[in-house]
């Protein structure tokens, strides 16, 4: 019997010390509401897109609603190819309004129509336009032929590059059309809302969207500045959107601009400098496939954030303009789809929802930390109509359904306007480990946290660059400086099983033409979903604490209202 109870008590035993070693400790997320940090800057409220025709078309204006609505602040929306000439026939990396064409006297014609139809359907919205001034309309180009691109997803990128990316053959003329575009918006929709807006000067000059050189693209930047100012003194003008300032070609043109705006001879009023109310470049990372899945490069993009906010706050006088991140994302071609790119077959699921909430929740420090002025991180994701279901674009929605990124920006969304503490003393990963080793060892798991009069959230996420399944996380979130003893706790969540519309279509056989009542599924599964029903939760000396599993690639918002 003796022996019986031995063997019985070292297996118990056994099993304890599996347990403990199957069960690791929880990540604690330590969050204290009476330590704020100011303003939660919506920056996630920027979005961005290459075709600007899908604004007004079926799914294009489902999803701008969607948009709208997650967001407590008017959402901005930058789009290319605003006066690029054409008949506005959507394609990928093509768009056109017609807005400028010449008679046969080389006289302008000017037709908003197009274009109204895209502005009008943002402002019906709420939505404000970040107006980018481009591309060159084939009557203005040095070169304009071959004008119209058919870019597909196999062919090689730089055929996008035709007649719209040249110098004009009149700045003069160019100049003009900018005056008459931003007079016409003005008397369309009052000088107060396009006082709202933000006016730029093209797209990545330091890469073949820009054919001519780095002095060209200054001039017209002087001309273009000029025009809109005339137009409407109190308009707001930008630029320059390079590419990721890491590259020695972004810097190189990156610090001649700025150099000029502050210390130039003007090429329209001959005097010194420029004007210039924000400043804006462009941040990627770099996934690729490894050991046949993919792995992201949180740290590539960063670094690019990082070095942009260094050139910026190395000129004292542009130190403290607004800055916005024209397109911040995890690479660099939004209709390149993964049947043709492997590396971004991390589109479709949790993967780019979390990457998303684990980035963005890093940019306003690393802002602070540089000692300038974040106002926006643009996504340069929409949708892109008529295309096959999950082809993996860069998207937040495929034919009408709305994929798990999107419930991040949801998230963001439902978060109240003042930051506050999450103590970093426990965690994995810093913002400065993160942009110097991006997410290869341990897993970032990490918060962001908000508060307002009567309302708190806490979101967090279990991020790692290598896309491959790992076990669940144990977490604890612990909350003090409530000042209410009862709140009402609604625990949001992202990953395979809730609000993952990607996963459900899979479970369905991947329909490339699912019926209405599978549609009706799938739009139902790609709204925001609640983990648990919600709970009334008793405080103590301002002290909550939620303990809960969260699965790789998952996220959570604790929203807590009394």
């Given amino acids: 019997m003796k022996v019986l109870s031995s063997l019985l008590l070292a297996f118990l035993l056994s099993i304890s010390q599996n347990d403990a070693i199957a069960q690791p400790n929880p990540t604690t997320i330590r969050v204290d509401f009476s330590k ?14 290459d075709e600007p025709n899908y604004t007004y078309m079926k799914d294009g204006k489902k999803l701008l609603t969607e948009l709208a609505q997650a967001n407590r602040v008017p959402v901005y929306v930058r789009a290319h190819s605003l006066l690029v000439t054409g008949n506005g026939e959507a394609a990928l990396k093509w768009g056109s309004t017609n807005a400028y064409t010449e008679d046969k006297n080389g006289n302008p014609v000017y037709d908003w129509t ?7 359907t943002y402002v019906e919205r709420g939505m404000r336009p970040m107006a980018q001034i481009g591309f060159m309309p084939e009557a203005l180009s040095t070169k304009p032929e071959p004008y119209r691109h058919y870019w597909k997803p196999d062919n090689s990128y730089g055929d996008i590059f035709t007649g719209w990316a040249y110098p004009p053959n009149d700045y003069g003329k160019f100049a ?4 008459q575009w931003v007079k016409h918006s003005v008397a369309r929709y009052g000088q107060k809302e396009v006082e709202s807006w933000y006016w730029e000067l093209w797209n990545e000059p330091d890469i073949p969207y820009w054919k001519g050189t780095t002095e060209e693209y200054i001039k017209l930047y002087d001309y273009t500045a000029d025009a809109v100012k005339r137009a409407l003194p109190t308009a707001r003008i930008g630029g320059p959107e390079v590419t990721g300032p ?13 150099d000029h705006v502050v210390n130039g001879k003007n090429y329209v009023t001959g005097k010194k400098g420029s004007p210039i109310d924000f400043i804006t ?13 993919v792995q992201m490069n949180m740290g590539a993009q960063l670094r690019n954030i990082d070095k942009g906010f260094e050139i910026v706050a190395s000129y004292p006088t542009l130190k403290n303009l607004p800055i916005v991140i024209g397109e911040s994302d995890p690479e660099g071609c939004a209709a390149c789809s993964e049947d043709f790119h492997p590396s971004n077959a991390y589109r479709n699921g949790t993967m780019y929802s979390s990457y998303t909430a684990a980035s963005y929740a890093r940019k306003q420090d690393m802002a602070e930390a540089r000692g300038v002025n974040l106002l926006g991180a643009v996504t340069w994701a929409f949708e892109f109509e008529d295309q096959p279901w999950f082809r993996g674009f860069r998207d937040l929605a495929t034919n009408g359904v709305d994929k798990p990124v999107l419930n991040t920006f949801r998230m963001f969304g439902m978060m109240p306007e003042r930051r506050v503490e999450v103590s970093q003393n426990d965690l994995a990963y810093s913002f400065q480990k993160v942009t110097k080793e991006s997410v290869r060892g341990e897993a970032d798991i990490n918060g962001y946290a908000t508060k307002g009069t009567r309302e708190a959230a ?3 996420w279990n991020y790692h660059d290598d896309n491959v399944p790992a076990p669940d996380a144990p977490v604890s979130v612990q909350m003090k400086g409530l000042t209410a003893s009862r709140v009402l706790v609604q625990h949001y969540r992202i990953d395979q099983q ?5 996963e459900v279509w899979k479970s369905m056989g991947s329909p490339q033409k699912p019926t209405p009542e599978q549609i009706a599924t799938l739009e139902a599964a ?18 909550l604490k939620m303990d809960f599993a969260l699965p790789r690639q998952g996220v959570s918002l604790v929203k807590v209202t009394w």
């Fill in 36 to 49: 704020e940090r100011g303003v939660a800057k919506p920056i996630w409220a920027w979005f961005g897109y």
């Fill in 114 to 120: 197009i274009i109204d139809k895209i502005f009008d």
């Fill in 176 to 179: 003009e059309l900018v005056f």
């Fill in 246 to 258: 890491n590259s020695e070609k972004s810097t190189t043109f990156f610090r001649a601009f700025m």
């Fill in 281 to 293: 470049f462009h941040a990627k990372g770099a996934p690729k496939v490894v050991d046949g899945h």
């Fill in 458 to 460: 806490v979101m967090v």
């Fill in 498 to 502: 809730h609000s993952n519309s990607y």
């Fill in 526 to 543: 790609g709204q925001l979903q609640m983990l648990t029903s919600p709970e009334w939760m008793n405080v103590k000396k301002g002290e």
